[in-house]
């Protein structure tokens, strides 16, 4: 079975200063890893994604992520966080190969202080 | 490119009643999620249907189902509500399936549920 933990459930950082919201992950087998965001009242929108090759991923609004296969890591990153980047973030998994479903974490929420 | 598109936005239903939502995919994409979101719970998983044929199913009581057209347009419904079943419902689409995974989701922006 795979599953995806996001350990903060509630990341503090002021406007400015780097961001990093962590997940880990557990599969049998290859993982397809993602990130997604969250707007109060709005539905989620894809950030970015590994599948293969690179291990640092860039994504949308600045933000990147680094697949750690030794430690089932996929930590979200940005080197200067804005208050507008102030949502709930997704870590999700998906088996490469295999027929199932994408997995989500149970969220973790970002609040950048100005 | 349109986006997903989900409705209705709102819905406030009685405890017993059935309901049906409605999802229209981004055109082109033809693999369909559904999720149930709540507080505590988190985003769990409902289905998953590609080209008509429902290709997973999360852990949900049988009141729970769902279907896609022939156009990738998907709906699902729920029989006898519960004041538990109130919920975001959200749907997701994507180019491809599990087998190929790769593909992210774009999510509509869900179906509010309240059951009194």
């Known amino acids: 079975a795979q599953s995806v933990a996001q350990p903060e459930d509630q990341v503090n950082v002021a406007e400015g200063n780097p961001l990093t919201v962590k997940c880990t992950y557990s599969?049998?087998?290859?993982?397809?890893l993602f990130w997604y965001v969250q707007y109060p009242n709005r539905g989620l929108q894809f950030l970015l994604k590994?599948?293969?090759?690179?291990?640092l991923v860039k994504g949308s609004y600045g933000f990147e992520a680094e697949f750690n296969k030794s430690q089932t890591s996929f930590h979200l990153k940005k080197p200067s966080a804005l208050v507008s980047d102030s949502a709930l973030y997704f870590c999700?998994?998906?088996?490469?190969?295999?027929?199932?479903?994408?997995?989500f974490g149970k969220g973790t929420r970002l609040s950048v202080i100005a | 490119k349109a986006g997903v598109t989900q409705t209705p936005r709102y819905l406030i239903k009685t405890r017993g009643q059935q309901v049906t939502l409605s999802c229209s995919p981004i055109?082109?994409?033809?693999?369909v999620s559904w999720y149930q979101q709540t507080p505590g719970q988190g985003l769990q998983f409902l289905f998953e249907?590609?080209?008509?044929?429902?290709?997973n199913k999360g852990n949900f009581p049988g009141r729970f189902s769902g279907r896609q057209f022939s156009n990738s347009r998907s709906e699902m419904n729920v029989s006898t509500l519960e004041l538990g079943d109130s919920a975001l419902y959200l749907c997701?689409?994507?180019?491809?399936?599990?087998?190929?995974?790769?593909?992210?989701?774009?999510f509509g922006p869900g179906t509010r549920l309240t059951v009194t």
């Open positions: 055109s082109g994409h033809r693999s």
């Open positions: 599969v049998s087998g290859n993982p397809y």
């Open positions: 590994y599948i293969t090759g690179d291990n």
């Open positions: 997701a689409s994507s180019l491809g399936s599990g087998g190929s995974g790769s593909y992210e989701q774009y």
């Open positions: 999700a998994v998906r088996v490469l190969g295999g027929n199932t479903p994408l997995v």
């Open positions: 249907y590609f080209s008509e044929t429902q290709r």
